[in-house]
């Protein structure tokens, strides 16, 4: 029913490659026979025979028989979208959210209760640090441990039996590019019976944490998927029965706290999806080039497609595909603030290399200190721990212009700035 990963033909296989696995979904064509699927702006449905109405809203028909009720429960352009994201992220099931915070705070309040227990990842994105370590104690009385994901047996001694259900974390850790040894971590959840729940923001093509035993798979769309800093989405993606749960009337986390999204937004997105490979081998292709060549100046430069990273060789294991690289983000640690304030100014004021911004995924490369910004909501001692230096810049690799030109534009900025060596 929701968001269910159909696939055309006689194809009923999963696909491990997700580009492949996106041009196996059945084709939604428009109204009117349109190569593009048409928009369902509407937010309530005619019910033709009047009996159904109580058997729609038991559950006994769904849209799995093209029976619809409401914008906020299920919406069919939402829908083809979500059937889309399943293929991506090779999941039984999706369905898609108004944010990417409303799809991890959505997740985690449908499978945790009052006096439950988290586990979760100390270096994560500064407002999913939040919700887990102020809002869900304080509101929810949900607790976290925040540990190191890379030390198992810390994770292992964390689990609280009988309490701990989720155990969550990222793919590829925001800011510092930590890879994450999804399939052990998940041996570990599931000889305990906890849930792994992975944010894969960071590596759409590049890692699919479902295929690698994660239980659900959350995103923020509104990144590398959406592609053009226009939009504000997210996505879950997991079994039928944890979506259909989470759509419930009486008891879902997204039918009750309603983060809908917008028809329209659904059908841009749709849009997005069939490029989204193409992109991503760009944006990865030239955060490696450009973090080997710095890396080659003397900076102190991070991006685990370097063999100096120290889980290049655990992300090379776990790789979809090596033509979609090891990611299209890179930081530089310039150690101090002043230093990377500095860095950026030139890079965006005097030779336009990127832009100060916070985000990923756009085709112009953004660049922010992560430690004032996106890690902001941690204190200094959180930062410290989750490895942010006070002067660590997070750069999203674009893809616009050339890569000699941007290049050349990276290498008049430090030729400006005569105290970097």
């Given amino acids: 029913m929701a968001g269910n ?17 996106l041009a196996n979904v059945r084709h939604e064509f428009g109204e009117h026979g ?19 109405l109580p058997r729609m809203f038991t559950g006994e028909l769904g849209p799995d028989s093209n029976f619809f009720i409401y914008g906020r429960h299920f919406n069919p352009t939402v829908l083809n979208l979500s059937r889309l994201m399943a293929a991506l992220e090779g999941t039984e099931a999706a369905y898609c959210t108004s944010s990417g915070m409303s799809a991890i705070s959505s997740v985690i309040l449908q499978l945790c209760s009052s006096g439950d227990h988290v586990v979760a990842s100390r270096t994560l994105y500064g407002g999913t640090h939040a ?53 052990e971590l998940c041996r570990i959840e599931h000889d305990k019976g906890v849930i792994v729940v992975v944010d894969n923001t960071f590596a759409p093509m590049v890692m699919s ?30 079994p039928a029965s944890l979506i259909n749960s989470m759509m419930d009337i009486r008891q879902g986390a997204l039918m009750l706290l309603g983060p809908t999204m917008n028809a329209k937004i659904a059908f841009e997105l749709s849009e997005r999806l069939p490029h989204l490979g193409l992109r991503m081998k760009e944006h990865c292709n030239r955060a490696l080039v450009f973090a080997t060549r710095m890396n080659n100046l003397g900076l102190k430069v991070i991006h685990p497609g370097l063999e100096t990273h120290p889980d290049h060789p655990l992300l090379k294991s776990l790789a979809n595909n090596k033509e979609y690289g090891y990611g299209g983000i890179l930081c530089v640690d310039m150690e101090t603030k002043e230093r990377a304030n500095s860095l950026m100014n030139v890079l965006q004021n ?15 490369t953004l ?32 893809y616009y212009g050339t890569l000699e030109q941007k290049w050349n534009q990276f290498e008049k900025s430090l030729s400006r700035m005569q105290h970097i060596k």
Avoid at 135 to 140: I, Q, R, S, V
């Fill in 131 to 183: 919700l887990f370590m102020h809002f869900l104690p304080k509101k929810c009385n949900i607790t976290t441990s925040f540990v190191d994901i890379r030390d198992l047996d810390i994770v292992d001694e964390a689990i609280v039996e009988g309490r701990t259900k989720v155990l969550f974390f990222e793919s590829i850790s925001n800011p510092t590019l930590m890879v994450s040894n999804i399939p």
């Fill in 350 to 364: 005097c030779t336009q290399f990127g832009l100060m911004a916070v985000s990923l995924g756009y085709y112009e």
């Fill in 367 to 398: 660049m922010s200190c992560s430690g004032n910004s996106t890690s902001s909501e941690m204190n200094n001692k959180e930062k410290e721990l989750a490895g942010i230096s006070p002067g660590l810049v997070r750069m999203s690799i674009g």
């Fill in 34 to 52: 349109g190569v593009n699927m048409s928009i369902e702006a509407s937010i309530t449905f005619t019910v033709m025979e009047s009996e159904n």
């Fill in 209 to 238: 944490p479902a295929r690698l035993g994660a239980d659900v798979v959350v995103h923020n769309v509104s990144k590398y998927i959406s592609g053009g800093a226009d939009v504000i989405a997210g996505a879950i993606c997991g």
């Fill in 5 to 21: 990963n159909e696939r055309g033909h006689h194809e009923n296989f999963i696909v491990d490659d997700p580009t492949a696995a």
